[in-house]
């Protein structure tokens, strides 16, 4: 563990156990935002997705990095995994990024996977929703923003009708102000109600990220016959874009699966953070609620994907090289 993390959990719970009046927070809620389960959105099998999912479709996507950031690498590898040890990798500064990803459905519009950065942090940082205490824990001041969120959204064509989150953590939900009011949220089962003792500092924050949003619309999973995923929802009931319930992470994790006209496009979420868990196959460290379901749910996303090797994968928090290099180029 390096001094960094073990200071900041030393002053966590420091202040966990000042007084009685955060006791009774204690192991609460990640947000007391309303939730209601989603009318979009049809239940359906992994057979039913391994049926088209090379077939190219008619959705386009769009990546967009809003800051480079740097984390502590065991929350993001889990280092006690034997390829992890073989590998000889130690605690210490992770570089990654904070993004959001567009997607343009020809005929329901845009949408966008998780919010990126909110404009404040960068220009105003006293006031964005993630700020204080948290924002120290987290080091978001060593965040170098690139695009924040409010700015992409003005430069588009139309409005973004909804958000589909990948979960709840503050780093994704810290663009969430600068998404119109009027936009649906979108989230996994038990994502608002699965209990941790970091809530105690984060939920206010999430809480003030939502404010004005009408409540969060749950993705209503069903098992899933072949037992490739917990569940898999046809998002438009059109086949073209599927949520993936892949828990571990946070209880309601989803990934998200996208046909496009070049071919399938997957986004881990947090089920993945690094390029290099994900080429040695290893999960999150301590930054996931439940490592041992973390470590079942990447194995399923590696299993689909090996299985459909056209799959462009888009991890949580690092791109992998073919996206760098797209990145690079639509930079020249």
């Not at 973004?160 to 649906?184: C, E, K, Q, W, Y």
């Not at 999960?283 to 689909?304: I, N, Q, V, Y």
Request: with cysteine.
């Amino acid at each position: 563990m390096t001094n960094r993390r073990r200071n900041a959990l030393l002053v966590a719970a420091s202040l966990a156990l000042a007084g009685a009046a955060l006791a009774p927070l204690a192991a609460c809620t990640p947000t007391t935002h309303a939730a209601a389960p989603s009318a979009l959105g049809v239940a359906r099998s992994s057979a039913d997705l391994d049926a088209v999912v090379d077939v190219p479709g008619p959705v386009t996507v769009e990546t967009v990095v809003g800051a480079d950031w740097h984390v502590d690498r065991g929350g993001l590898i889990d280092l006690d995994d034997p390829k992890a040890k073989a590998a000889g990798l130690k605690d210490g500064p992770e570089p990654i990024v904070v993004a959001f990803h567009a997607i343009h459905h020809p005929t329901r519009g845009l949408y966008v996977i998780d919010t990126g950065v909110e404009r404040a942090l960068r220009d105003d940082p006293d006031h964005a929703a993630v700020h204080g205490l948290a924002a120290r824990f987290m080091h978001v001041q060593d965040m170098k923003v690139r695009t924040d969120t409010a700015s992409w959204l003005a430069a588009q064509k139309e409005p973004v009708r909804g958000v589909f989150l990948t979960h709840l953590h503050l780093d994704h939900v810290s663009g969430m102000r600068d998404v119109p009011d009027d936009a649906v949220v979108y989230a996994g089962p038990g994502e608002t109600t699965e209990r941790g003792w970091l809530n105690v500092f984060t939920r206010g924050l999430a809480d003030d990220a939502l404010a004005g949003k009408g409540p969060i619309q749950e993705w209503r999973y069903a098992p899933d016959p072949g037992g490739e995923f917990d569940g898999v929802v046809d998002v438009f009931g059109d086949r073209t874009v599927w949520a993936l319930h892949v828990p571990g992470h946070t209880a309601g994790s989803t990934a998200y699966l996208v046909r496009t006209p070049d071919g399938p496009v997957l986004f881990t979420g947090d089920a993945c953070h690094t390029a290099w868990g994900w080429r040695h196959d290893v999960a999150p460290g301590w930054f996931s609620a439940d490592r041992k379901r973390s470590a079942d749910s990447l194995a399923r996303l590696e299993a689909f994907v090996a299985k459909h090797p056209r799959i462009d994968v888009r991890l949580g928090h690092q791109l992998l090289p073919a996206r760098d290099a797209a990145a690079a180029a639509a930079a020249r």
